[in-house]
């Protein structure tokens, strides 16, 4: 879970996770989004698939990034938790108490 928090407290990287909910986009997609360099941008993607918060398939030369939404939802619902604080599940009016199945 640190890994998670570690990959949310960048402003970059939370701004990439906010583009990759509208859709999968590939590198070059994301990185229009933002003034720095390529490689800088890379070890943000990195640091992103290191928390496995995001999923990258290469066709190529080009990769395509999408959001794992299930582990982002898994990390805040446990710290919700550790403050004793309860959430309904959005699907359904019981509250939200366990994590969900993770996405492969």
Do not use: C, W
């Not at 390529?38 to 993607?45: G, N, R």
């Amino acid at each position: 879970m640190n890994k998670v928090f570690k990959a949310l407290s960048d402003p970059t990287r939370r701004r990439v996770l906010q583009l990759l909910r509208q859709r999968p986009m590939t590198a070059g997609e994301l990185s229009s989004h933002f003034e720095i360099s390529k490689p800088t941008l890379s070890a943000h993607f990195a640091t992103l698939r290191e928390a496995d918060l995001i999923a990258a398939e290469k066709t190529g030369t080009t990769i395509t990034y999408r959001l794992k939404m299930s582990v982002l939802e898994d990390a805040l619902l446990s710290f919700t938790q550790t403050f004793g604080l309860e959430f309904k599940d959005r699907t359904s009016d019981r509250p939200a108490t366990e994590p969900r199945e993770r996405e492969t």
